[in-house]
């Protein structure tokens, strides 16, 4: 159904690339009028400029999303020209991979505070202005990940559930003020990112183990946020949404 996010605001974190600018672009395409968000404000300003040239609403927001006011200008903002705030996606992640002997604090530090920290942050300012609006929908971005144990991603995995733990106890507390939180949990998508970590070979092997027969796509995952963000998920909440082709399940 076309327009399923018509007058629609939204504020997506790492919107600048990969998933989130697919989301971005989705959600737009959608009817939203979409707010990205990026440490790399140059790109997030390509990003929003792309889509007012397709005729779409959208503005551009840089910052650091460990910080709670990198949210509070976002959402601020978008309320101040649009008069209300209706969806967020914890999307940003800084991940390094690495044995265990070898993570450090400052690693440590920044993963949790890009990855976790932000989702707090994210939660508690996004929703404070969704009760303003009569109701919401919070994604959280999580992985696969977050059920699984991956060689030499410790620190990774964990931060991953350590989202879907407030992903559940925050959809608990906000569920009375008509606000839903979800989470999306992709198995391996071809991002730039991603191809900077994962040899040819060992995406041959993820492949060859995935039951549909192929990596993600980020339009796999910008289309399940779309639903989340949507009506049509109006009776879901606390939930994880696996988009990862079946490998997670997959005994093979």
Known sequence: MPDRLKG???????????????????????????????????????????????????LAYAGDVAQRSTFEHAVHDLEQHF????????????????????????????MTATGLHSVVWGIQVGAAAMVRSGGGSIINIASAASFLGIPSGM?????KAGVLGLTRSAAVDLGPHNI??????????????????????????????????????VSDVARAACFLASSDSDFITGESLLVDGGITHALL
């Open 83 to 110: 008069g209300r705030f209706d969806i967020l996606v914890n999307n940003a992640i800084w991940a390094r991979y690495g044995s265990l002997e070898t993570v450090t604090a400052e690693t440590l530090n920044r």
């Open 8 to 58: 629609r605001i939204a504020l997506v974190t790492g919107g600048a690339q990969g998933i989130g600018r697919a989301i971005c672009e989705h959600f737009a395409s959608e009817g939203a009028c979409v707010g990205v968000l990026d440490i790399q404000g140059d790109r997030a300003e390509q990003a929003a400029q792309a889509l007012r040239a397709q005729g779409m609403q959208a």
């Open 155 to 159: 620190v990774y995995c964990g931060v």
């Open 180 to 217: 839903r939180v979800n989470a999306i949990c992709p198995g391996t998508v071809t991002t730039e990112g991603v191809r900077k970590h994962i040899s040819p070979e060992l995406e041959t092997k993820r492949m060859a183990r995935t039951p549909l027969g192929r990596l993600g796509h």
